[in-house]
């Protein structure tokens, strides 16, 4: 069975850095790409993060430079480092699953973990 | 980027009725080495994670009544739930994966009237 279960969310002064993890099971990462996504309070999903089959990884404009995905296949865990935070990060972030490498859909999600960004 | 935009933003169909939910996308994202559509569907329920209906624009997730379909091609597409049931209340999901960032469309909220 395929689980995917995220932890780091926390509260975090704007500035700060805080790193997610997503701990997967059920399937190995190098066959799936990994992907975040998160939706702020009362808003619509963002895909903010990827990290494809080969190692590549891609991210919005918004968190060029500030955010860092990645993954460590032999503990079947990927991550998300977020540096330099803002209140406009404040969001659930979600860790999915690719239905193969990439160019595919999101089949697994996780339950989300929650960051808040404020003084 | 690719954008994607669905309409309404929010819909209120009486229960057994047909509910329809459009997606458009500011460029094909029709894949043309398996000539398929790069469009999924999904349901968010309150409390919730996501969930996949449908992929490659009209075939349904493992598990999903076929109450719910997919349809159209290159740049317009098409959620159709046939008869609306009182647990089918969410938000609903277009997402393009043709072409990183795989965007969502902004939901559409479907009610009971």
């Known amino acids: 069975e395929v689980q995917l279960v995220e932890s780091g969310g926390d509260l975090i002064q704007p500035g700060g850095s805080l790193r997610l993890s997503c701990a997967a099971s059920?399937?190995?990462?190098?066959?799936?790409?990994m992907s975040w996504v998160r939706q702020a309070p009362g808003k619509g999903l963002e895909y903010v993060s990827a990290?494809?089959?080969?190692?590549?990884?891609r991210y919005i404009d918004s968190v060029k430079g500030r955010f860092t995905i990645s993954r460590d296949i032999s503990k079947n865990t990927v991550y998300l480092q977020m540096n330099s935070l803002r209140a406009e990060d404040t969001a659930v972030y979600y860790c999915?699953?690719?239905?193969?490498?990439?160019?595919?859909?999101?089949?697994?999600w996780g339950q989300g973990t929650l960051v808040t960004v404020s003084s | 980027d690719i954008v994607m935009t669905q309409s309404p933003d929010s819909l209120a169909v009486s229960l057994g009725e047909r509910a329809t939910i459009n997606c458009r996308s500011s460029?094909?994202?029709?894949?043309?080495?398996?000539?398929?559509?790069?469009l999924a569907w999904y349901q968010q329920k309150p409390g919730q994670p996501p969930k996949l209906l449908i992929y490659?624009?009209?075939t349904r997730e493992s598990g999903v009544p076929d109450r719910f379909s997919g349809s159209g091609s290159g740049t317009d597409f098409t959620l159709t739930i046939s008869s609306l049931q009182a647990e089918d209340v969410a938000v609903y999901y277009c997402?393009?994966?043709?072409?990183?960032?795989?965007?969502f469309g902004q939901g559409t909220r479907l009610e009971i009237k």
């Open positions: 059920g399937f190995s990462m190098n066959t799936n790409y």
């Open positions: 997402q393009h994966y043709a072409s990183s960032p795989y965007t």
């Open positions: 999915a699953r690719g239905m193969r490498t990439s160019n595919a859909p999101l089949d697994y």
């Open positions: 460029q094909s994202v029709l894949y043309s080495s398996n000539n398929k559509n790069n």
């Open positions: 490659w624009a009209s």
């Open positions: 990290i494809y089959g080969d190692g590549t990884t």
